[in-house]
Nanobody, 121 residues
């Protein structure tokens, strides 16, 4: 497992942008598949995007609709979010695993503590 810590959340108006960052507290992330999930109040945690070790990206098109971009370097995974909507309000979590099994939360073994994103209209 790897220790992860998210930052960058906040309270923003609809249409604004936010840049979420997730860093490893020790060691490189280069061997890991990295992902972002989110969980809104009363809802299950849902997949947002992942990026493989080689940089291949996959998005939940039902959520992202071209508005979010995931990227990475050796110690950080970034989620750049634009054109935010009130329905994007959630706690955003980064996750990591050495193997890409799927996009269910159970497929990832390491998690950060989450960062709150609140979008008001």
């Amino acid at each position: 497992q790897v220790h992860l810590a998210e930052s960058g959340g906040g309270l923003v108006q609809a249409g604004d942008s936010l840049r979420l960052s997730c860093k490893s507290s020790g060691g490189t992330l280069s061997a890991y598949v990295l992902a972002w999930f989110r969980q809104a109040p009363g809802k299950e945690r849902e997949f947002v995007a992942y990026i493989t070790k080689s940089g291949r990206t996959t998005y939940n098109t039902n959520i992202v609709d071209g508005r979010f971009t995931i990227s990475r370097d050796d110690r950080t995974v970034i989620l750049q979010m634009t054109s935010l909507r009130p329905e994007d309000t959630a706690i955003y979590y980064c996750a990591a695993d050495l193997t890409l099994y799927g996009v269910d939360p159970a497929d990832f073994g390491s998690w950060g503590q989450g960062t709150q994103v609140t979008v008001y209209s």
